[in-house]
């Protein structure tokens, strides 16, 4: 079984800064790519970032390219995506997913598995 748990959704002014942290549970002998996506309302969800099971590539969307980092702890089985220079723009549910194999895509299609979302709200 596999289980997505995220953490660290809120309210912050702009130019505040955020982590996101996902809690994965998984089958060890299973390789997942990680990402990180994005919701509006009922708009299709949108790439934020991804990263490689151990870490050794990662991809970022260009709206976010130079203010969010993802990077994760394969010990604890953890995904973070830190955010910097926040901007009311990013508002949004934010998901954390994976999928099989070790090959980051920005296709929300792609990921088999999804966690419940975090709101992360940004005030002008």
């Known amino acids: 079984q596999v289980q997505l748990v995220e953490f660290g959704g809120g309210l912050v002014q702009a130019g505040g800064s955020l982590r996101l942290s996902c809690s994965f549970s998984r089958r060890t002998a299973i390789t997942y790519t990680m990402g990180w996506f994005l919701q509006v309302l009922v708009e299709e969800r949108e790439f934020v970032a991804a990263?490689?099971?151990?870490?050794?590539?990662?991809s970022v969307a260009d709206s976010v390219k130079g203010r969010f980092t993802i990077s994760r702890d394969v010990a604890t089985d953890t995904v973070y995506l830190h955010m910097d220079s926040l901007k009311p723009e990013d508002t949004a549910i934010y998901y954390c997913?994976?999928?099989?194999?070790?090959?980051?895509?920005?296709?929300?299609?792609?990921?088999?598995?999804w966690g419940q979302g975090t709101q992360v709200t940004v005030s002008s």
């Open positions: 990263i490689s099971w151990n870490g050794g590539r990662t």
């Open positions: 997913a994976a999928r099989e194999g070790d090959n980051p895509s920005d296709s929300y299609r792609m990921y088999r598995h």
